[in-house]
């Protein structure tokens, strides 16, 4: 007899919950060209106090908000600009949320309905979305004669 594990809300999280979300500058390849694009993602904590600590990044700001808040897009103060959730939004802003639970120092860092503009905004490494590896013969590594044999 199998028996079926035991399905699990989706969310178990309070809608008070408190989550960081960025404003990130990504790229689209579309026909041979490079389409910037503005898209909402939720940042864990780690990655945020990497954020304040200079590090180059693709956010243009971040803003501390509520679970409820960022599940309902409403953002008035980062979603100004024309921008899009990222895939799989809910999922991250889920997960996102319990890193700040587990670290709560973290969440001083960026009050909730604080925007963050004075962060290491930089494009130098694109955040391309749709990128595809094409992988041809030359990338197979050269091994040497003896690799598969005893001697």
Known sequence: MVQAAPQTPASTLPADSYVVVGLATCYLRHEGETLEIQVLEPIPSAY?????????TSYSAICGTTLALAQALDLPEIAAAPAQ??????????????????RPEAVGLVPVG???RDINHSTERKRVLN????ISKNDNVKQHKYTHEVL
């Open 48 to 56: 945020l106090q990497s954020v304040l600590q200079g590090i180059p």
């Open 85 to 102: 959730p990222c895939a799989d939004f809910e999922e991250r802003l889920q997960a996102a949320a319990r890193t700040y639970q587990s």
């Open 114 to 116: 604080t925007l963050k």
């Open 131 to 134: 990128s595809q590896r094409k």
